[in-house]
């Protein structure tokens, strides 16, 4: 069981940049066993959708087409912690970010999909306005 709390949330301008966390907590966590980690958003009435993720094994990433080059995600795994850099933020960006993990197996692709994540934050809210 892991259990996902997402910060860093707020109003920011266009433009502008924003930070949000993730941190992990759970037996299986304390117990040092492996996940991805991916970042999904969802604004009103559309469906949630991919952001970026993050294996594991390797650190490999993969980022959504529409935020490829503005955000970058990065983990501290001493600190249980997976981080979201959002920069040249937009008005499109405006959504609820949740952080998501998925059990990590060496040769599993990451992931895009909401439905192969298992684990789930409550989310932040990101609000991006002129």
């Known amino acids: 069981q892991v259990q996902l709390v997402e910060s860093g949330g707020g109003l920011v301008q266009i433009g502008g940049s924003l930070r949000l966390s993730c941190a992990a907590s759970?037996?299986?966590?304390?117990?040092?066993?492996?996940?991805?980690m991916g970042w999904f958003r969802q604004a009103p009435g559309k469906e949630r959708e991919f952001v970026v993720a993050i294996k594991w094994f390797g650190s490999n990433t993969r980022y959504a087409d529409s935020v490829k080059g503005r955000f970058t995600i990065s983990r501290d795994n001493s600190k249980n912690t997976v981080y979201l850099q959002m920069n040249s933020l937009k008005p499109e960006d405006t959504a609820v970010y949740y952080c998501?993990?998925?059990?990590?197996?060496?040769?599993?692709?990451?992931?895009?999909?909401?439905?192969?994540?298992?684990?789930w934050g409550k989310g932040t809210l990101v609000t991006v306005s002129s």
């Open positions: 998501a993990a998925r059990r990590d197996l060496l040769v599993d692709p990451l992931h895009s999909a909401a439905a192969e994540y298992d684990y």
């Open positions: 759970g037996r299986t966590v304390s117990t040092s066993s492996h996940y991805a």
